[in-house]
């Protein structure tokens, strides 16, 4: 008789009931992007704030998949819908800032790839978030894996766009992320019927219905992210109304600004 399939993050558990995961392979990997990203940094006076910034980044990160969160994601929609939000939206724009500082003197990227990095980002978004592929990454860790490597991967390109262009671009690139976010959330919010099939028998123990569960997750995306999205926009959008004519950094003064008050 063959073995019941046990999804990345564990069997979904019932409240009281949640696992850290403590996968060596994870740890491994989690320990060695540290050391490269800290050696990339360096130790040089000028960049202590940038490891600060890729520390919380990489912190943030490793909670997202050690933490009991990994673990709840496997019996709710909404927990691995914020465990979305916090690598795309948190993890991933610290991590870029970490990585690779100040812009500040250095080329743009180009046209291209803001517009390539944006569209890549929200390819991934919308497809692992469809039904079919959502429940493929519970049923199958090779596919959950690659969900996390794109969706990652697509976020960093994204960031790395929105860092390194002027403030108007900056400012289109994150106002079309959010527009896109919250269509999709709209969509699985206003659902008729529940679409995740992994989640119908998992969601009563946490006290809500597959629906409900399916509802929350939709906010979550709709309404913290927007939110947090629409700030990022809205401070891209006042730098580029200060720029001059030479390429500058585009920075949130959230992440930045430290950085700026020693120069």
Not at 43 to 71: E, Y
Not at 128 to 146: F, G, K, R
Request: glycine share 8%; with cysteine; aromatic share 12%.
């Amino acid at each position: 008789m063959a073995e019941a399939f046990v999804p990345y993050c564990g069997a979904a558990p019932v409240p009281g009931a949640e696992s850290w995961n403590l996968d060596p392979a994870l740890l491994t990997g989690l320990a060695i992007g540290l050391v490269g990203g800290v050696s990339l940094i360096g130790w040089s006076k000028g960049r202590h704030h940038d490891l600060i910034f890729f520390a919380v980044g990489w912190a943030t990160l490793a909670l997202a998949f050690v933490s009991p969160l990994c673990n709840i994601s496997v019996a709710l929609f909404s927990a691995r819908a914020l465990q979305h939000m916090i690598l795309t939206l948190v993890a991933a724009p610290l991590l870029v800032r970490g990585l690779f500082g100040s812009f500040r003197g250095r080329r743009s990227v180009g046209g291209l790839f803001a517009m390539s990095s944006t569209m890549a980002f929200t390819f991934c978004f919308w497809f692992w978030h469809s039904p079919l592929p959502y429940d493929a990454t519970l049923e199958n860790n090779a596919v959950y894996w690659a969900m996390h490597v794109t969706m990652l991967g697509s976020a960093l390109a994204l960031w790395v766009a929105v860092f390194r262009s002027r403030g108007l671009i900056a400012f289109s690139i994150v106002s079309a992320t959010g527009l896109q976010m919250s269509m999709f959330a709209a969509l699985i919010t206003f659902a008729s019927a529940p679409l995740y099939e992994v989640h119908a028998l998992t969601t009563a123990a946490w006290g809500l219905t597959w629906m409900q569960d399916q509802q929350l997750g939709g906010v979550l995306i709709w309404v913290p992210a927007g939110l947090l999205l629409v700030l990022y926009s809205a401070t891209a959008l006042a730098f580029s109304l200060r720029e001059s004519d030479e390429p500058e950094e585009f920075a949130f003064p959230a992440l930045t600004g430290a950085a700026e008050s020693r120069s």
